[in-house]
T-cell receptor, first 116, second 113 residues
Framework: NAGVTQTPKFQVLKTGQSMTLQCAQD?????MSWYRQDPGMGLRLIHYSVGAGITDQGEVPNGYNVSRSTTEDFPLRLLSAAPSQTSVYFC???????????????FGAGSRLTVL | ELKVEQNPLFLSMQEGKNYTIYCNYSTTSDRLYWYRQDPGKSLESLFVLLSNGAVKQEGRLMASLDTKARLSTLHITAAVHDLSATYFCAVDGSGAGSYQLTFGKGTKLSVIP
């Protein structure tokens, strides 16, 4: 089991460029999400998905797009990168609630993005 | 809007000492999670607390949940250097259909030998 796999691990972009952060999980998890982590800010939810074909916005969705065409993949697209999007991005997944109602996330290793 | 506040945000303690990290949240929820993050690494789940009065322990860490006070604590007993990390609490949004975890800002713990 690879768990949650994110690529790339590091990326440098220029302002205005677009790119896609890839996220794949092999645990048959229904729920997937993207967070960004900034110093002193904790983790903030960008977008999430409760199953293939279903996505929704989190706390900080502006400037990002997502899609969920398969259960396994949940890519995050930056349409026109801005320096404010410099951050570490984490993809996470979980079962659609355990029998106890818990939503325990399994995180990927993270993708460090710098926008110049 | 759900707010989650942790304190302290930074904690430097000597090996062998005890200390408590606090996590307050602003709305009704009975599902609270603690995660650990080592420097430059990802987050890993430590505890899941699913009801009022829940207590979980692993090694030198013990977590508890008081839903009436909207408070969770992470107690460290006889700290060792290996516990140095950033600890996050996260709260599940209210309602059976919510999947949004809101995280605190994290408590960076440094255990000094």
């Amino acid at each position: 089991n690879a768990g949650v796999t994110q690529t790339p691990k590091f990326q440098v972009l220029k302002t205005g460029q677009s790119m896609t952060l890839q996220c794949a999980q092999d645990m048959n998890h229904e729920y997937m999400s993207w967070y960004r982590q900034d110093p002193g800010m904790g983790l903030r939810l960008i977008h999430y998905s409760v199953g293939a074909g279903i996505t929704d916005q989190g706390e900080v969705p502006n400037g990002y797009n997502v899609s969920r065409s398969t259960t396994e993949d949940f890519p995050l697209r930056l349409l026109s990168a801005a320096p404010s999007q410099t951050s570490v991005y984490f993809c996470a997944s979980s079962l659609d609630r355990t029998e106890f109602g818990a939503n325990v996330l399994t995180f990927g290793a993270g993708s460090r993005l710098t926008v110049l | 809007e759900l707010k989650v506040e942790q304190n302290p945000l930074f904690l430097s303690m000597q090996e062998g000492k005890n200390y408590t990290i606090y996590c307050n949240y602003s709305t009704t929820s009975d599902r609270l999670y603690w995660y650990r993050q080592d420097p430059g690494k990802s987050l890993e789940s430590l505890f899941v607390l699913l009801s009022n009065g829940a207590v979980k322990q692993e090694g030198r860490l013990m977590a508890s949940l008081d839903t009436k006070a909207r408070l969770s604590t992470l107690h460290i007993t006889a700290a060792v250097h290996d516990l140095s990390a950033t600890y996050f609490c996260a709260v599940d949004g209210s309602g059976a259909g919510s999947y949004q975890l809101t995280f605190g800002k994290g408590t960076k713990l440094s255990v000094i030998p």
